[in-house]
């Protein structure tokens, strides 16, 4: 069964730093392009970032834009997000997202195939 898992979470002051990941139970990330989603409480899912498979090419929403980093490494089977300069609004629940597919189709398309379960980023002092 294909099932991307999300891990590193967690509560954070403003001004912090955490760092999530994306890897893939039942299949490899290699190649795949993988996404990172956000609905924080009452608001609407957000596209955050995504990761090409094929070329590595990366896309930010602007307003993550400056702050957080995705990258990947293929060998170890991980997708990470690095987040910081933290803010209350990046208070959410992190999904990460794929359709096993190379391209990133971008940060407003969520037909994707497989997500996680999702991960709690809580910032607050």
């Known amino acids: 069964q294909v099932q991307p898992v999300e891990s590193g979470g967690g509560l954070v002051q403003p001004g912090g730093s955490l760092r999530l990941s994306c890897t893939g139970s039942?299949?490899?990330?290699?190649?795949?392009?993988i996404a990172w989603f956000r609905q924080a409480p009452g608001k609407e899912r957000e596209g955050v970032s995504c990761?090409?498979?094929?070329?590595?090419?990366?896309y930010y929403a602007d307003s993550v834009k400056g702050r957080f980093t995705i990258s990947r490494d293929d060998d170890k089977n991980m997708v990470y997000l690095q987040m910081n300069s933290l803010r209350p609004e990046d208070t959410a629940v992190y999904y990460c997202?794929?359709?096993?597919?190379?391209?990133?189709?971008?940060?407003?398309?969520?037909?994707?195939?497989?997500w996680g379960k999702g991960t709690l980023v809580t910032v607050s002092s």
């Open positions: 997202a794929t359709d096993l597919l190379g391209p990133c189709w971008g940060l407003d398309y969520y037909d994707l195939a497989y």
């Open positions: 039942g299949f490899a990330l290699e190649r795949a392009a």
């Open positions: 990761i090409a498979g094929d070329d590595h090419s990366t």
